[in-house]
C-alpha cells in the first residue's frame, strides 16, 4: 500500500480545519439560548419580571430637556417614567433601550442629567426617568420600550437569559411636545416614588 | 548509549522535528505557510491605501457607522466654559456635521477615531508637548466633544440622528495657525472579535481616506 506523504497529510488537516471553521459560519447557531425571557405589557400595567415588578408610568415628548444640566434634541427626547420595586435585593436598574418599527435599537442618553441607570430595593418603589434622543420620523412607526436589570450593553448583552419588560408605546406622532428650547422639561432624579413613604432625616 | 531526555522538547522543539522530517515539498509548503501567517498580523493582507480623496467644507464622506461633514476650523482661546488644559495653550475646533446612518447606536468616541487631530495647527497632547504631523492617526490626540446646540458633551448617537458637533484640541499657544490639513479616517465593522471577548464594534484603521486644506477662523474674542 502507497504510503501517504506527510505533507499530504499535513494539508488535509488544514483542509479539515478549515472546513470545520466553514461549517461554523455557514451552519445556523443556537441563539436562542441567549435570548431574554420578554413579559409584555402595556404604559399604566405593572409588569412582573421576576425580580421585580416594574410599571411605565408615562411618556412624553420635549425638543430640550433639564435635570443637572440643559440638552437640546437632535431629534426628539421620549421620556420614559417608570417605577421599579425590587423583589429579593438591589437591584442595579440600566438596561433600558428603544426598538423602533425597524428592529434598530435606541440607547438611552445621560445628557442634561438623565440616569441611564438606578439602584432600586425592595423597600419601595424607586422612580426612574429615562430619556432617548431618537429621529421624529420614528415616532408615527411606533416605539417599544426594553426594561431589564443590569447594564445597555449592545443588543441587550446584559440581559441575555433574563427577564426583561417589553412596553409598547405605540404610536407617539401625534403626542404634543411638552419641553421646548425656551422651556425644557424638567427631569426628575431618580427617588423614591412615593417620598411620603420616606422620612427626611433630622440634624 | 542513548539517553532519553527528560524535558519536554516544548513547541519549538516539536516544530523543528517535524520541519526536518519533512521532504522538500512539505518543507517549501511549511515554510510558506510560516510566511503567510506571520506576516497577517502586520497587516499583510490589508488593501494597499491610494493617495487621500481630497476633502471640502461640506463634503459628506461616509465613515463606519457616520456620515460626516466638515464645515469648518477655529481656533480659539476657550469654547465657552472650554479652556486649554494648559493656560498657556489655546484651542483648535473642527466643527462636524455627523449623522448615524448605521443601525446600531454610535459612540461619539469614535469620532476621534475617523477626524484625527489636524496637522500642521500646533496640537498639543494632553501633557502640552507638541505633535509632529507625520505622527499617524492612530496616535494623534483625541478631541474633546460637544454637541453645539447645548454645548454639552454628547453620549450616544442613536441611528438616523444629526448633530453639529466642535471636536476640540490643545493647541500651542504661540500664534495661531492661517491653515489645518484636516483628514478623515476609516472605521472597519467588528462582526466578532478575535479573541471572542468583544463582538460588534467599529474599529479605527488609522487609514486616511480623505485630507484637505482648511482656512483657519482666527479667533474673535479679544487677546486671543
Given at each position: 500500500m502507497r504510503r501517504v506523504p506527510r505533507w499530504l497529510k499535513a494539508i488535509l488537516v488544514l483542509a479539515g480545519l478549515s472546513a470545520g471553521t466553514w461549517l461554523v459560519t455557514v451552519v445556523p447557531q443556537i441563539a436562542f439560548v441567549e435570548d431574554s425571557f420578554e413579559v409584555e405589557g402595556a404604559v399604566g400595567e405593572t409588569v412582573d419580571v421576576e425580580y421585580a415588578e416594574v410599571t411605565v408610568t408615562g411618556v412624553r415628548l420635549a425638543e430640550a430637556l433639564y435635570a443637572t444640566s440643559?440638552?437640546?434634541?437632535?431629534?426628539?427626547?421620549?421620556?420614559?417614567?417608570?417605577?421599579?420595586?425590587?423583589?429579593?435585593?438591589?437591584l442595579a436598574i440600566g438596561g433600558a433601550e428603544l426598538v423602533d418599527a425597524q428592529d434598530?435599537?435606541?440607547?438611552?442618553?445621560?445628557?442634561?442629567?438623565?440616569?441611564?441607570?438606578?439602584?432600586?430595593?425592595p423597600a419601595f418603589p424607586m422612580r426612574v426617568t429615562y430619556c432617548f434622543d431618537v429621529s421624529q420620523d420614528l415616532l408615527d412607526d411606533g416605539l417599544v420600550l426594553r426594561l431589564?436589570?443590569?447594564?445597555?450593553?449592545?443588543?441587550?448583552?446584559?440581559?441575555?437569559r433574563d427577564a426583561v419588560a417589553v412596553v409598547d408605546?405605540?404610536?407617539?406622532?401625534?403626542?404634543p411636545v411638552e419641553g421646548t428650547a425656551e422651556k425644557?422639561?424638567?427631569?426628575?432624579?431618580?427617588?423614591?416614588?412615593?417620598?411620603?413613604?420616606?422620612q427626611e432625616g433630622t440634624a | 548509549m542513548k539517553h532519553a531526555r527528560n524535558a519536554a522538547p516544548g513547541i519549538i522543539g516539536v516544530a523543528q522535528n517535524v520541519f526536518a522530517s519533512l521532504g522538500p515539498t512539505g518543507k517549501a509548503i511549511a515554510a510558506g505557510v510560516v510566511l503567510v501567517v506571520g506576516a497577517s498580523p502586520f497587516g499583510a493582507w490589508n488593501a494597499v491605501a491610494d493617495d487621500a480623496i481630497p476633502l471640502t467644507a461640506g463634503q459628506v464622506v461616509e465613515a463606519g457607522p457616520y456620515e460626516v461633514a466638515v464645515e469648518k476650523v477655529v481656533a480659539a482661546r476657550t469654547l465657552g466654559d472650554v479652556t486649554a488644559l494648559d493656560e498657556k495653550n489655546k484651542l483648535l475646533i473642527v466643527v462636524v456635521e455627523v449623522k448615524n446612518v448605521s443601525d446600531t447606536p454610535g459612540i461619539p468616541a469614535t469620532l476621534g477615531d475617523v477626524v484625527p487631530a489636524p496637522a500642521g495647527a500646533g496640537i498639543?497632547?494632553?501633557?502640552?508637548?507638541?505633535?509632529?504631523?507625520?505622527?499617524?492617526?492612530?496616535?494623534?490626540?483625541?478631541?474633546?466633544?460637544?454637541?453645539?446646540?447645548?454645548?454639552?458633551?454628547?453620549?450616544?448617537i442613536n441611528p438616523d440622528l444629526s448633530y453639529r458637533l466642535a471636536l476640540v484640541w490643545d493647541r500651542t499657544g504661540a500664534g495661531?495657525?492661517?491653515?489645518?490639513d484636516v483628514r478623515l479616517a476609516?472605521?472597519?465593522?467588528?462582526?466578532e472579535g478575535f479573541s471572542g471577548l468583544m463582538s460588534q464594534y467599529w474599529l479605527a484603521t488609522d487609514e486616511v481616506t480623505h485630507s484637505g486644506s482648511f482656512a483657519v477662523e482666527p479667533p474673535k474674542e479679544p487677546g486671543a
Open positions: 440643559g440638552a437640546v434634541a437632535g431629534g426628539v427626547f421620549v421620556v420614559v417614567d417608570a417605577e421599579w420595586h425590587a423583589r429579593d435585593g438591589h434598530r435599537s435606541h440607547q438611552a442618553t445621560s445628557r442634561g442629567g438623565c440616569p441611564i441607570g438606578a439602584g432600586a430595593d431589564g436589570r443590569g447594564g445597555d450593553g449592545e443588543e441587550g448583552s446584559y440581559q441575555r408605546l405605540g404610536p407617539l406622532g401625534e403626542a425644557p422639561m424638567t427631569i426628575r432624579l431618580p427617588g423614591p416614588a412615593d417620598p411620603a413613604a420616606t | 498639543v497632547d494632553v501633557d502640552g508637548r507638541p505633535v509632529p504631523d507625520d505622527v499617524p492617526p492612530g496616535e494623534r490626540p483625541t478631541p474633546r466633544i460637544f454637541n453645539i446646540d447645548d454645548s454639552a458633551s454628547i453620549d450616544v495661531d495657525p492661517a491653515e489645518a476609516g472605521l472597519t465593522w467588528i462582526e
